[in-house]
């Protein structure tokens, strides 16, 4: 039995003394848990964890403005790259503060991140308030958002200066629907945190809570505080700082915005000056022993047409809108048209790129110049979607069809990139007057299903299969979706989400998963010029060109229509055994890996990929558990745990994404067992990785072995007489 574990999961923790953060939209619930109770989401175990006091400040401009931000360096890692942390001034709004430049960044104690606040009497710039957004950027590639599956921000010391009502106070001001939940000291009611409304509706009681769609929740200081009551270490705090701290938890979070006022609430306060708002990592005495609660509440699962639970952290939207038309040469021999930005897989930026699959596409620049067209605006995009345009021309019977190949590729590497689910709808599919017709062919295959609206029965664009067969066409026959109504230049769709009835039953929304290319046809022609196909050889009407209009999402939920299974392909065929393609480079614990066995066996090797079947061959008895991680592609890890193995059981197959500079994969393999069946030994003593998210007692043994695959063989001419052996055997620690 396989128990699918999470990707390695990040999460982080930011402490007015702060420490974690994060943003997503919807409807907020509230709940509060019990003190003692580790249930909700906001006590959980964080795999991230924000270190301010190891971090370094590289850049110190939040307050000059013109996109200055503050940078800490090397705060925490998710899924193993190291991050920074980044605070940047939310555009349209300014910050002043006329000691940001000595006590912005970290506090003298180290433990904590800092940014003054200003609140001076005559002066406007110094307001009082800061809007910031805090986001996680990618160590190395600095430009690049990293989001994290969960984590923690935490803030303290949120005081008063007097606690009269001419006193300076101190309030963070946010959107509570991009958190979780929050946790406060000793409960709701005991903190010297107290919880409202913005709008004034709501008087912060549980009851109350939370505040109406779009009104952000004030978390605001109660009681006076001084000098001399200040935290100096998040995670050593008297009882005094715990009720003036708060712990925020997020989820899928890459950026998070709040507002902090260090502000007079009056027309005059007895006294003016700055505030230092300090943040860090987690707050774990809040967490232990705070009370939870729980903002929003879990929507409904999200299903697509076939019924199937869609997880939302696979998806990609492509968004033609904000992409940028890159390279717009496809009508040239060789050319491509590039649309840059369409998308985000695995927190990398990718592009999609048109170019021609077959046929004579580039003719087409020909039939522009003749007709006195713009060849800079003919392909690209057309308001709200993208568009590639065919011209039609009197006895050329294939003039007007394009065979093009759509690749998803990395924005800065160039590499193909397979995407895990996502959307890709055409548009406008009629008739012109002039007789012209239009219609798409694809291999359906390709595509997990299509909709038509309302259904297939009632759409305007009617399917059938390229030879004539009935629908659902066989595996390897094209299906065709053709135009069946005329249509004019005003009824043609302006923008993808809302469209007419009529404009939804000429287009096609297909859903693609594990896709990196697809295929598709779309042909504007005379059909009266199709010889082939039945035509007499006259002319039409009239010969004009034809934009093939595409999207990413669309309001077409129609009838979902299931593609025929693929075609049957033979099974892979092993190559010759190669006792050099398989090596044990790292081990921990004593326990031998098994040789002259099958506990890892190469299935297929390529320069990119290489197939292994794993089987259990160290002992006769049944083995409790086995971890084995492995990279799927270049950007995600995956980890599993296979339960009661028994001896000689297959227990996966596997396919390892190669390295890039060197044709080898890595293979990470843990097995427990209970010390009473005598397999393994007390000095198995080896730590399963943290991303495997084991489901092992503490005190179980442990071995860990980490194997080097060749993706391509080491051998000239390999033989089965000759040994499948694991070589090397050196024991070094298990890379955690």
């Known amino acids: 039995m396989r128990i699918a574990l999470t990707t390695i999961s990040y999460s982080i923790a930011?402490?007015?003394?702060?420490?974690?953060?994060?943003?997503?939209?919807?409807?907020?619930?509230?709940?509060?848990?019990?003190?003692?109770?580790?249930?909700?989401?906001?006590?959980?175990?964080?795999?991230?964890?924000?270190n301010f006091f190891d971090s370094t400040v590289t850049e110190n401009k939040l307050h000059e403005g013109n996109g200055g931000v503050l940078r800490f360096e090397n705060i925490g890692y998710v899924n193993d790259r190291p991050i920074d942390f980044v605070v940047k001034v939310i555009e349209g709004t300014t910050y002043s503060s006329t000691k940001a430049s000595i006590r912005n960044g970290k506090h003298a104690d180290g433990g904590f991140g800092q940014i003054n606040i200003e609140e001076l009497q005559f002066n406007e710039d110094s307001n009082g308030e800061g809007n910031f957004e805090f986001c996680l950027y990618d160590h190395e590639n600095r430009d690049q958002l990293v989001t994290a599956e969960s984590f923690r921000f935490s803030m303290y010391d949120v005081d008063e200066r007097n606690a009269g009502a001419n006193g300076i106070k101190e309030k963070i001001t946010m959107d509570a629907t991009q958190i979780e939940g929050f946790i406060l000291y000793p409960n709701l009611e005991g903190s010297e945190i107290e919880v409202s409304c913005e709008d004034g509706s709501e008087d912060g009681s549980t009851a109350s809570l939370p505040c109406a769609?779009?009104?952000?929740?004030?978390?605001?200081?109660?009681?006076?505080?001084?000098?001399?009551?200040?935290?100096?270490?998040?995670?050593?705090?008297?009882e005094l700082q715990k009720k003036r701290s708060i712990v925020y938890s997020f989820k899928d979070t890459s950026c998070f915005t709040m507002t902090l006022s260090h502000y007079c609430?009056?027309?005059?306060?007895?006294?003016?000056?700055?505030?230092?708002?300090?943040?860090?990592?987690?707050?774990?005495?809040?967490?232990?022993?705070?009370?939870?609660?729980?903002?929003?509440?879990?929507?409904?699962?999200?299903?697509?047409?076939?019924?199937?639970?869609?997880?939302?952290?696979?998806?990609?939207?492509?968004?033609?809108?904000?992409?940028?038309?890159?390279?717009?040469?496809?009508?040239?021999?060789?050319?491509?048209?590039?649309?840059?930005?369409?998308?985000?897989?695995?927190?990398?930026a990718v592009d999609l790129v048109v170019t021609v699959a077959s046929g004579d596409y580039t003719d087409t620049a020909a039939v522009w110049d003749a007709r006195n067209r713009d060849v800079d605006l003919m392909n690209g995009k057309n308001g709200d979607f993208a568009n590639i345009n065919?011209?039609?021309?009197?006895?050329?019977?294939?003039?007007?069809?394009?065979?093009?190949?759509?690749?998803?590729?990395?924005?800065?590497?160039?590499?193909?990139?397979?995407?895990?689910?996502?959307?890709?709808?055409?548009?406008?599919?009629?008739?012109?007057?002039?007789?012209?017709?239009?219609?798409?062919?694809m291999n359906a295959v390709q595509a997990q299903s299509f909709q038509l609206w309302p259904n297939i029965e009632d759409s305007e664009v009617k399917i059938s299969c390229e030879d004539g067969s009935s629908v659902p066409c066989d595996a390897g026959v094209r299906t065709i979706f053709h135009s069946s109504t005329t249509g004019i230049l005003s009824d043609n769709p302006?923008?993808?989400?809302?469209?007419?009835?009529?404009?939804?039953?000429?287009?096609?929304?297909?859903?693609?998963?594990?896709?990196?290319?697809?295929?598709?046809?779309y042909d504007h022609y005379c059909p009266s010029e199709q010889i082939d196909d039945g035509g007499d050889g006259t002319s039409c009407d009239g010969y004009t060109g034809g934009n093939f209009l595409f999207s990413g999402d669309s309001n077409t939920d129609g009838e979902c229509v299931l593609p025929p299974p693929p075609a049957p392909t033979e099974a892979p065929v092993a190559p010759p055994t190669c006792p050099d393609d398989v090596k044990l480079i790292l081990q921990r614990g004593i326990t031998p890996f098994p040789e002259d066995s099958t506990a890892v066996k190469i299935v297929s090797q390529d320069i990119s990929t290489v197939t292994v079947k794993l089987e259990q061959a160290w002992t006769s008895t049944v083995i409790d558990s086995i971890y084995y991680e492995y990279k799927e592609d270049l950007f995600d890890s995956k980890c599993y745990e296979e339960v009661s193995v028994e001896r000689d059981v297959t227990y996966a197959t596997i396919t390892i994404q190669c390295n890039v500079l060197t044709p080898t994969a890595h293979l990470h393999i843990c097995v427990a067992d209970d010390i009473t069946k005598e397999f393994l030994q007390l000095m198995d003593d080896a730590i399963i990785p943290k991303c495997c998210h084991s489901t092992t007692p503490e005190d179980t043994p442990v071995v860990c072995y980490t194997i080097q695959i060749n993706c391509e063989t080491e051998c000239v001419e390999a033989t089965t007489s000759r040994r499948n052996l694991l070589r090397g055997g050196g024991r070094s620690s298990f890379p955690k």
């Not at 930011?14 to 994060?22: E, V």
């Not at 294939?398 to 055409?426: H, L, Q, W, Y």
């Not at 302006?494 to 693609?512: G, H, L, V």
């Open 494 to 521: 302006t923008d993808p989400s809302n469209m007419t009835d009529q404009q939804k039953s000429r287009s096609i929304a297909f859903q693609f998963t594990d896709t990196d290319c697809f295929e598709f046809t």
């Open 213 to 238: 769609a779009g009104v952000r929740t004030i978390f605001h200081s109660t009681t006076k505080g001084t000098g001399g009551d200040n935290p100096t270490d998040p995670n050593d705090l008297d």
């Open 390 to 441: 065919l011209q039609t021309v009197e006895g050329k019977p294939k003039s007007g069809e394009g065979n093009f190949k759509f690749c998803f590729r990395d924005k800065e590497t160039d590499d193909v990139v397979k995407i895990d689910r996502f959307s890709f709808t055409v548009f406008d599919n009629d008739i012109r007057s002039g007789g012209i017709e239009e219609k798409m062919l």
């Open 265 to 348: 609430p009056v027309d005059l306060c007895q006294w003016y000056g700055g505030g230092n708002f300090l943040f860090s990592g987690d707050a774990d005495q809040l967490i232990e022993e705070g009370e939870c609660i729980t903002t929003h509440t879990t929507p409904p699962a999200e299903v697509d047409c076939l019924g199937e639970i869609i997880e939302q952290s696979s998806v990609t939207s492509l968004d033609f809108f904000n992409s940028v038309v890159r390279n717009n040469t496809l009508h040239l021999e060789g050319g491509e048209l590039r649309y840059e930005d369409i998308g985000v897989v695995r927190d990398r």
């Open 14 to 50: 930011f402490s007015l003394l702060f420490s974690s953060g994060g943003g997503r939209g919807g409807v907020a619930a509230v709940a509060v848990a019990n003190n003692n109770n580790n249930d909700c989401f906001g006590k959980e175990t964080v795999a991230t964890q924000l």
